[in-house]
């Protein structure tokens, strides 16, 4: 991601509705919150991408990549996967 002020940075967050938590980390610098993620499982929803519910909140940037995995992934894969990105976009 390139931010309208063209800072680039890597993002990746992590959610977790039976445990209440969310973590939000950008460059390396992690951000975790522990409110309520809701009940139930994660459905077949629309991923909104750059916009709240596609309709307010818009991303004002450049998306250079996306990586969406469908499956829990260890702390080791988290970290492969931000440090490719990281290359990519130069900041690694």
């Given at each position: 991601?390139?931010?309208?002020?063209?800072?680039?940075?890597?993002?990746?967050?992590?959610?977790?509705?039976?445990?209440?938590?969310?973590?939000?980390?950008?460059?390396?610098?992690?951000?975790?919150?522990?409110?309520?993620?809701?009940?139930?499982?994660?459905?077949?929803?629309?991923?909104?991408?750059?916009?709240?519910?596609?309709?307010?909140?818009?991303?004002?940037?450049?998306?250079?990549g996306l990586i969406?995995?469908?499956?829990?992934?260890?702390?080791?894969?988290?970290?492969?996967?931000?440090?490719?990105?990281?290359?990519?976009?130069?900041?690694?």
């Amino acid at each position: 991601i390139t931010t309208s002020l063209g800072v680039p940075l890597v993002a990746s967050a992590v959610g977790g509705i039976s445990e209440d938590t969310c973590s939000l980390k950008i460059n390396g610098v992690t951000a975790t919150s522990v409110t309520d993620q809701g009940t139930g499982t994660y459905g077949n929803y629309p991923l909104y991408i750059g916009a709240r519910a596609g309709t307010s909140y818009f991303f004002n940037g450049r998306l250079y990549g996306l990586i969406v995995r469908g499956a829990q992934s260890s702390l080791s894969q988290i970290g492969a996967t931000e440090l490719y990105m990281k290359k990519k976009v130069g900041i690694a």
